[in-house]
């Protein structure tokens, strides 16, 4: 008789980022519009500078829409330190869908 035993594993750390989590979110900007090379280029909030740049977001950081779901990561940013602006690389699955539909939406980085 042949018997086979079967194992789960739970990995406490994930290669993944967890999207659900809002409390690790910060809200980024508004979409102002999409360039010519596909770029996403979002208009930072307001805020007054304390002279510190940690309070800006990381390149490569994820950025998500308001239902949680990831729109494409931060590739530069630039402009005044109150009011940055922001361009983003979309992801595969954003350009499919339309990029149009993004305009005047408001963002947040993970």
């Known amino acids: 008789m042949l018997t086979i035993h079967l194992y789960t594993i ?9 999207y ?3 409390r690790h979110m910060k809200r980024l ?10 770029e ?9 500078f ?3 740049m940690k309070e800006l977001p990381r390149l490569n ?12 990561k931060v590739s530069g940013i630039f402009g ?10 979309p992801e595969k699955r954003v350009i499919a869908s339309g ?6 939406e408001r963002v947040y980085v993970q």
């Open 10 to 18: 739970n990995v406490p750390y994930s290669t993944k980022p967890k």
């Open 20 to 22: 659900n989590e809002r």
């Open 29 to 38: 900007g508004q979409i102002l519009h999409i360039s010519r090379q596909n």
């Open 40 to 48: 996403i280029v979002v208009r930072g909030d307001m805020k007054e």
């Open 50 to 52: 304390s002279g510190s």
């Open 61 to 72: 950081s994820f950025v998500l829409d308001k239902s949680i779901k990831p729109i494409g």
């Open 80 to 89: 005044p330190v109150d009011q940055p602006y922001f361009t983003l690389k």
């Open 99 to 104: 990029l149009e539909k993004l305009v005047n």
